[in-house]
């Protein structure tokens, strides 16, 4: 089947880290990127789900702009000029890592998501010896109701991967974003516990997606942890095809 | 070539982090071949000297005595390098932030102990401060050793390259949590 998208995209040409490409005028900068093998941090996007610029991790320099760009949701443009790594980006990194870590309690030695996190995976990546701003230790609530799953807010990165499954692929919209900036929670079914939902169809996807110990599956050990996220872009495929 | 006068000093964590340093195996003649220990729990020296070249620290700072100690280890070191997660992060250690101090004392001491149930020590118990925090919320830190705890081979890794001079990537051998 031909993607009425793709027709009427042109053709455009950039330069990414000084070397040119060309692609599809529709196509976002970590898209090209990714088709590129051009290494590009990021934690919120996820492939086969829309893209939000939530993390703000995968900022890159654009030449003639002062303000830094999120490449997951800027669109290229003809003769753009992208650096993905430079000093300042490499700073950039390390502290928005250090929020996510301060936000929240990490204590990664007990958590179900050690040695499998994508935020602790990232910390490495990145070069993250220790976080540069002070701790908040919220105090939150674990809510355990469901029979399946958990849902610990102390290790959530707001990244709304659960939230965009359940809504995108499962059809469900089960969860939802709870008040705003540091006080953002997700949520269940208007805020019931999530053992209550009488919606929740209990498939799962929403903890597969999750980057971290937020959501997790009960009875599993640490070891048997793994997220498995094979579903998602053959699930999109299907869902495009109809 | 002179030998580093080494510390190492054991604040609010578990000991295990020492653990993993002595986990070093074989590896260890080599390294007390290149350093003098003037201070450590391994020596058992009260009180910590004066020009350290390196200090190597675990654990978070809980209590005024860990405030203290941790100021003249600064003030008398070349170098402090914090090991492991409760010196870097707070770790375990830290979540007593969660709760507060008397929530925790209360636990410990009224609720969970099997011995003299309510008794509160008054003397061999340092004052706890409000709120644990990392090493380098309150002094300088060179450099960082993450990990609960830090495996030896880090360990190993990064004293060998700061005795050497040589530069050293951590994250081949560990990271928070590890
Ligand atoms: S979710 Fe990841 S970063 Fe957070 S505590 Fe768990 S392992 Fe650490
Ligand atoms: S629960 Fe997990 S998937 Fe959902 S927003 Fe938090 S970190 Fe992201
Ligand atoms: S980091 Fe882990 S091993 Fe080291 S003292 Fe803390 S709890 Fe113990
Ligand atoms: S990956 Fe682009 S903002 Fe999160």
Redesign the interface.
Known sequence: MIDANVQRARTKTLTINDQAFSARSDQTILQVARENNIDIPTLCAIEGLSDIGACRLCLVEIAGQRELKPACTTRIKDGMVVSTDTERLRKHRKTILSFL?AER???????VS??H?EL??M???V?L???EV??L?P?LQVDASHRRFINDPNRCILCLRCVRVCDEIEGAHILDVFARGLEARIIAEMGRPWGESENCTECGKCVQVCPTGALNEKGLSVAEQHKRRGFLPYLTTMKRGR | MAKIRLATVWLDGCSGCHMSFLDMDERLIEIASKVEVVCSPYVDTKEFPENVDLAIVEGAVSSEEDLEKLLKIRKNSKMVLALGDCGVTGNVSAMRNLVGVEASLKCAYDELSDNNKGVRPSRETPKQLERVSAQHERVFIDCFLPGCPPPADAIYNILSSLIEGKEYDIFNHTRFGK
């Not at chain 1, 309690?105 to 958590?111: A, D, E, L, M």
């Open positions: 870590f309690n990490h204590i990664c030695s007990v958590c050690n040695a996190c602790q995976k910390g490495a990546k070069g010896t220790h976080v002070p701790y230790y105090k």
